[in-house]
């Protein structure tokens, strides 16, 4: 053997396993990070498709039966069961001109704050973890006048 193949071969023996340790540093370096902006987008999104299907569905409702405010709540509630949205909602109607029984035109604006994900509540008082979603939608008023 010769003494240049010994100190080669104690050279490639002390880097054996580092490729390992770069791959599993890389690994959490560049995947966790994507995986968190994936949740965090998916969760985003979800909030934004219910937001608009809700402000929506209860445009339609309102320009429908004016009255119908019982059947509106359950159908918000069902449409952010449906997308898995558990945070805080507001919805706002307003007709105009006038009360909803005569208006011409219904406006629905619906609000919700979206809780960023895998943030611990030691870190929520100094970081501002959500993100605030509206959908708004204007339908005009069914008018249907009897015949009789």
């Known amino acids: 053997m010769t003494p240049g193949s010994s100190r080669a071969q104690r050279h490639a023996d002390s880097e054996a396993g580092e490729a390992t340790v770069e791959f599993i540093a890389m690994v959490v370096v560049i995947l966790v990070p994507l995986a ?8 985003i999104q979800s909030a934004v ?23 509106v709540t359950r159908q918000v509630d069902q449409i952010f069961s449906d997308y898995h949205v558990d945070s805080t909602r507001n919805v706002d109607i307003q007709c105009s001109p006038g ?10 604006r619906v609000e919700v704050s979206v809780d960023l994900p895998l943030i611990p509540d030691s870190m929520r008082s100094a970081l501002v973890p959500t993100v605030p979603i509206s959908a708004n939608y204007t339908m005009p008023m069914n008018k249907i006048e009897l015949v009789e």
């Open 36 to 43: 968190y902006f994936i949740f965090t987008m998916a969760s």
């Open 99 to 108: 009360p909803c029984a005569t208006a011409d035109v219904v406006r629905v």
């Open 49 to 71: 498709f219910a937001a608009e299907a809700a402000a929506r569905e209860t445009g339609r409702i309102v320009a429908t039966n004016p009255s119908a405010n019982a059947h």
